[in-house]
């Protein structure tokens, strides 16, 4: 349960009165502790790690590949971590970790990539708190390409069927970035954050809205380019996402209920209400995540590499709209624009043509959970949250 005793509000995520006149007093109270609190059960295995070093980041790697029933004497704060993540809340079954992430596979790789990108990455960067983590730890520019190529490799391994059971890459991974996430706020700690201004680094707030990015976000950048998914599939895929949440350390009472987009645009609203102003980091993230994925789009579907930016530039306006986008420096791309204004209506109407053919819609389904598993099996060297977790 959260709880905000004898902190003070952060003086750069709006003000307590503002959300009390628009949520009401209960939604203040959970949005200051959410503003406050971290993830106090994996920052307590990095202190552990800080401690007593390399056996502790063995344990943890043990009890994430075999469970904590594996260990003898596991560290304290390991042995709370994994007793934590084990317990499976009631509305997790098989069904649930077996066909709940389908919808995710409804539709190709790259667009994925483009809704990962220019939609949840991009949002993820409107908060000052996780800018400022990404730019005060080093992994602002520079750190782009490699970022936008772990996300990818977590998400996919999160997303494949039956991947959340313990011990599975998507539960590994998932409890592995977790752990990264504890380092950065340790760190960023030593490093001259302004607590006091912005909360806790990645606090509760910034990990809530990670979960929207990945959630709300993605799904409404997808059904933009004309891959929308039905209120059945929305259900399904929200279910699951709450277990994610429960294994990345989202405190539940932020996000277990929703259902559907609209569900979540209503909680959204109270995130983004104590978000805070952008930074000039922003615009630097946005810049280099479009230009990142601009030259993997030339990869993997032989776009060239400026028409791919020209079409990533004009995707973020239409998602994060004019606005924000302009506050992001992304400049605008008219010709590009006409063009999708052309394409994404036929793209919606093959995709229902596709739909209308169950054994082909099911076909097309199994073929994207394929090559997903395909990519997670080949992986292009071992990313920085394995990294953290287990050297």
């Known amino acids: 349960m959260l709880t905000s005793a004898g902190l003070t509000w952060p003086t750069g995520r709006s003000r307590r009165s503002t959300v009390e006149a628009q949520f009401g007093s209960t939604r203040a109270d959970l949005i200051h502790a959410a503003l406050t609190t971290g993830d106090p059960l994996a920052d307590a295995v990095v202190d552990e790690i800080g401690e007593h ?10 009890g994430l590949e075999h469970g904590l ?16 993540a084990e ?35 991009v949002r993820s960067y409107q908060s000052p708190s996780i800018s400022t983590v990404l730019a005060i ?28 059971r313990v011990g599975e890459p998507g539960y590994v991974g998932t409890l592995q970035v977790r752990i990264l996430h504890a380092s950065m706020r340790r760190l960023a700690r030593t490093r ?13 707030v910034d990990l809530a809205r990670t979960w929207m990015d990945f959630t709300l976000t993605s799904l409404s950048a997808e059904q933009l380019m004309g891959f929308d998914i039905t209120p059945a599939e929305q259900n399904s895929f929200y279910r699951y996402w709450w277990y994610v949440g429960h294994l990345m350390g989202v405190a539940p009472e932020l996000v277990e209920g929703i259902t559907n987009n609209a569900e979540a645009r209503r909680v959204d609203d109270l995130l983004q209400t104590v978000t805070g102003p952008l930074i000039p980091e922003s615009a630097v993230l946005t810049e280099a995540t479009i230009a990142s994925l601009g030259a993997r789009l030339h990869e ?11 079409g990533l530039r004009s995707l973020t306006r239409r998602i994060h709209g004019a606005g924000l986008s302009r506050e992001l420096s992304v400049p605008r791309t008219p010709l590009t624009d006409r063009v999708l204004s052309a394409a994404v209506p ?18 097309a389904v199994r073929t994207n959970i394929e090559a997903a598993r395909t990519r997670a099996a080949n992986p292009d060297g071992r990313t920085g949250y394995q990294t953290h977790a287990t050297e």
Not at 75 to 80: E, I, L, Y
Not at 89 to 114: H, M, N, Q, W
Not at 139 to 152: H, I, K, Q
Not at 300 to 307: D, T
Request: avoid cysteine; charge should be neutral.
């Open 53 to 62: 070093g390399r056996d502790v980041r063995i344990a943890l790697g043990a």
């Open 69 to 84: 029933g594996s260990l003898t004497d596991p560290p304290a704060a390991v042995a709370a971590l994994l007793k934590d």
């Open 87 to 121: 317990a499976t809340p009631d509305y997790v079954d098989d069904t649930l970790l077996d066909e709940g992430s389908r919808p995710y596979f409804t539709k190709p790789a790259a667009v994925t990539a483009i809704s990962l990108s220019a939609g949840a990455l």
């Open 137 to 164: 730890t080093g992994r602002l520019v520079d750190g782009a390409p490699r970022r936008l190529y772990e996300t990818a490799q977590w998400l996919t391994a999160a997303m494949l069927p039956g991947s959340l």
């Open 192 to 204: 001259g954050y302004d607590e006091a201004a912005l909360g806790a680094p990645i606090n509760q």
């Open 300 to 310: 993997l579907v032989n776009v060239p590499e400026r028409v791919a930016v020209s």
């Open 346 to 363: 036929l793209v919606a109407a093959r995709r229902a043509r596709l739909r209308a053919n169950p054994e082909a819609w099911d076909r």
